[in-house]
């Protein structure tokens, strides 16, 4: 049973360019959370999303910053016209269901951007 | 201060010592994990305590809870150099669908063989 993915482990973008990290649930998880870690910090929830719902996104930024989570295929967590302060890990965690408390993170994905 | 600050920031111990960590936060919470991150990895679950529980044992893990102070300790005992980590608390709060995890900065965990 594998656990929750996520691609590519490292991305570098310049300034300007678009960044899309991508997450695929354990098998059988309908929800997908995303936080940000920066440096030195904590994580910070972004997004929930349920299959081709988004739940809250309280924690997102509301410029360049999007996700989806489509009926079929992974989550995507779409930064555009990234910035050095969007330099950070990006971890994908999945549960089973709501009132799930217990996420299951996926290995995370490093952006740098130069 | 941020909910989930946990203290000390850093903690050096040798092997066969014991750990305790330190965790508060601010609004009232349905429950409090503690989560580990070894460097340059995911977050693995280690254990989960709800608000109307006092005390929880897993293996060579205690989790204890004050709902007063707001507070929780993470105690490793017997300590291994591979329990060399980053630990983070995580309070979930919250209700339906705006419940979410707050995470903590975290403590590094430094322990020499």
């Known amino acids: 049973n594998a656990g929750v993915m996520q691609n590519p482990r490292h991305l570098v973008r310049r300034r300007g360019q678009e960044a899309r990290l991508r997450c695929s649930p354990m098998?059988?998880?309908?929800?997908v959370y995303w936080y940000r870690q920066l440096p030195e910090e904590g994580l910070k929830f972004m997004v929930y999303?349920?299959?081709?719902?988004?739940?809250?996104e309280s924690g997102m930024p509301k410029e360049r910053f999007s996700a989806e989570f489509p009926k079929e295929g992974p989550s995507i967590l779409r930064i555009q016209q990234v910035v050095r302060g969007d330099s950070a890990a990006y971890f994908c965690?999945?549960?089973?269901?709501?009132?799930?408390?217990?996420?299951?993170f996926g290995p995370g994905t490093r952006l740098l951007v130069l | 201060s941020q909910q989930g600050e946990e203290d000390p920031q850093a903690l050096s111990i040798q092997e066969g010592e014991n750990a305790t960590m330190n965790c508060s936060y601010k609004?009232?919470?349905?429950?409090l994990q503690w989560y580990r991150q070894n460097s340059g990895r995911g977050l693995v679950h280690l254990i989960l305590?709800?608000?109307?529980?006092r005390e929880k044992h897993s293996g060579r893990l205690r989790v204890t809870l004050d709902t007063s102070k707001k507070s929780s300790s993470l105690l490793i005992t017997a300590s291994r150099a591979a329990d060399t980590a980053s630990y983070f608390c995580?309070?979930?709060?919250?209700?339906?669908?705006?419940?979410?995890?707050?995470f903590g900065k975290g403590i590094t965990l430094s322990v020499r063989p």
């Open positions: 995580a309070s979930w709060g919250g209700t339906g669908a705006n419940s979410k995890l707050t």
């Open positions: 305590i709800r608000s109307n529980e």
């Open positions: 965690a999945s549960s089973p269901g709501q009132g799930k408390e217990t996420q299951y």
């Open positions: 098998k059988g998880h309908s929800h």
């Open positions: 609004t009232s919470i349905n429950n």
């Open positions: 999303l349920q299959k081709e719902n988004i739940i809250d």
